[in-house]
């Protein structure tokens, strides 16, 4: 209890029915300091080189395995889940050769502008809630685009834990939501930990198309479909194009697998309603830089750039077993951007044309 007689339970309190008002589905705190074993983690995956082209995993590195060195001032962690369950088996998709399968999490807006406006809403609600009680502080948010930790920090606060499939999974909410984190000077109530309640289960691991997981809880990157489809930027190696099947941006077959999803919540904002659908890779492959923009203004898909994109769409022809779509590959076999004119060959190939 602070000096002025007001509990940091009751403000803690107040601020978890603030985040849930402003949408997020649930509110945890821990300590920068509670995540003590993330930086021989982090540094054994490093060494691994499970991180591929993932270079920056690697730069400030003492910074994503000791939170309390981002920033030193820092006493609390406030963790908040966001759920974008989706409303549909997002595994139907891979069963429709001559469509596009769109991980679920891109379907809607970017969610790391939905998130961080809501977590800038949260933050400054409490420094004004605070500061009226006397307990001045200050704030840092964070969504997936700095180098923090959130999934560990998550399980410390209790939000839920890492599966086997490295994602977050909660008994409450399933694993089909994001993460957001405030760093605080505020120094709240921290919450207990989680454990894994994974048992035995193996259901993840056997639905990773390209055999990702060299171990529970170890992920090679490498061979991840999110990470080839996303973050990888030359050409895919050959061994592992035809395992993409049609996934042109991301993968959710170790997500939907889950047992824990049939206690899945229900998503809350409507801004990650499906939009992009399932979209014909004929029409994908004839996008030329200005279109592939307009189509995914406003979407998480723009970040990885239209050559990219049309790559994958490539592969997925050439996946389709479909001869009739193979006019569509024609004019990128002399496409500017070699990854592209390359896939664009090797997917004829494929498909015997």
Not at 332 to 337: E, G, S, V, W, Y
Request: one cysteine or more; aromatic letters at 8%; hydrophobic letters at 40%.
């Amino acid at each position: 209890m602070r000096a002025d007689g007001t509990p940091v339970e009751e403000l803690k309190a107040l601020l978890t029915d603030r985040a849930l008002a402003e949408g997020f589905s649930a509110l945890r705190v821990t300590r920068p300091d509670a995540i003590p074993e993330a930086m021989a983690r982090l540094r054994a995956f490093l060494d691994a080189g499970y991180h591929g082209d993932m270079g920056w995993m690697a730069e400030r590195v003492e910074w994503r395995g000791d939170p309390a060195a981002l920033w030193p001032a820092a006493k609390s962690v406030i963790m908040l889940a966001e759920v974008y369950t989706p409303d549909y088996d997002p595994r139907a998709v891979t069963r429709m050769p001559d469509r596009g399968a769109v991980s679920v999490y891109a379907q809607g807006k970017d969610y790391h502008d939905l998130v961080k406006r809501r977590l800038k809403r949260v933050g400054r609600w409490l420094l004004e809630e605070a500061g009226r009680r006397g307990l001045p502080g200050e704030i840092k948010v964070f969504v997936d685009t700095a180098p923090v930790m959130e999934k560990p920090l998550a399980q410390a606060a209790g939000l839920g834990w890492q599966g086997k499939h490295t994602n977050l999974l909660s008994r409450d909410l399933g694993n089909w939501f994001f993460l957001g984190a405030i760093f605080t000077t505020l120094e709240l109530p921290a919450d207990t930990p989680e454990v894994s309640r994974c048992g035995s289960c193996r259901a993840c691991l056997d639905a990773c198309p390209t055999n990702a997981f060299p171990a529970p809880y170890r992920l090679d990157a490498r061979r991840c479909i999110s990470y080839l489809t996303i973050e990888h930027k030359g050409p895919v190696d050959p061994e592992l194009r035809p395992l993409l099947g049609n996934r042109i941006y991301g993968c959710d077959d170790c997500l939907a697998a889950c047992p824990w999803n049939k206690f899945a919540a229900e998503a809350r904002e409507i801004g990650y309603a499906a939009r992009v659908g399932a979209p014909p890779l004929a029409e994908l492959a004839g996008l030329d830089d200005a279109a592939f923009r307009a189509r995914f203004a406003g979407s998480p898909i723009k970040r990885i750039g239209r050559g990219r994109m049309v790559r994958n769409v490539a592969y997925a022809i050439g996946n389709s077993a479909n001869p009739a779509l193979a006019p569509a590959l024609r004019p990128l076999t002399a496409d500017p951007d070699p990854t592209v004119a390359e896939a664009a060959q090797w997917a004829l190939v494929r498909l015997g044309c």
